[in-house]
């Protein structure tokens, strides 16, 4: 790998480490799994500049580090899940060509709750977690659209990044 593409990926792994930090001194608005999910402007904006992979790297290597530094084993099972869940879904749409950063980042904001709901289901073994869904659903799409709307002002207004 080119020293280039590691101070790259360094870069974009810090940043998301910040706002991860960042994230966790806001004060909670009041709902239990309720975040902005500022370290996802990273994920999105790695997937739209440079590419698939680059982005499954970027978001797996955010989640155990944020777990490590920041949680335990069990914000690491619903990071994880609600992680990949959420770049599955976001890698699909960008494909069809038929979103913008907006749409693509909305529908990684609502995968990602859900697949924290379905871990938070199997753990604690109750399907009665899953009428919290709809809240979850309502907050990634706001913090989606917000998200979204940022990560295409970056992609559009930052440099690309010499190889």
């Known amino acids: 790998m080119r020293a280039s593409k590691i101070a790259r990926y360094g870069l974009l ?3 998301a480490l910040a706002l991860s930090y960042a994230e966790s001194l806001l004060p909670s608005p ?3 799994g309720v975040k902005l999910g500022l370290p996802n402007l990273v994920v999105v ?3 739209y500049r440079l590419g698939t992979a680059d982005a499954w790297a970027l ?3 955010r989640v155990l580090l944020v777990s490590l530094l920041f949680g335990n084993g069990a914000s690491l099972a ?3 899940a609600g992680a ?3 770049l599955a879904v976001m890698c699909l749409l960008k494909r069809t060509g038929k979103f913008s950063e907006t749409g693509v980042s909305v529908a990684g904001g609502v995968a990602h709750n859900a697949g924290q709901i379905a871990v938070a289901v199997f753990l604690l073994e109750t399907t009665r977690l899953a009428w919290y869904l709809p809240v979850l659903c309502l907050s990634g799409t ?3 659209i917000l ?4 990560s295409a002002l970056l992609v559009k207004r930052v440099p690309e990044f010499k190889s």
Not at 147 to 150: E, F, K, P, S, Y
Request: aromatic share 8%; proline share 4%; glycine share 12%.
């Open 78 to 80: 619903y990071s994880l």
């Open 30 to 32: 009041g709902v239990p």
């Open 13 to 15: 792994v810090a940043l």
């Open 45 to 47: 904006f790695a997937l």
């Open 142 to 144: 706001v913090a989606g």
């Open 59 to 61: 978001s797996l290597v």
């Open 84 to 86: 990949a869940l959420s």
């Open 147 to 150: 998200i979204g709307l940022v």
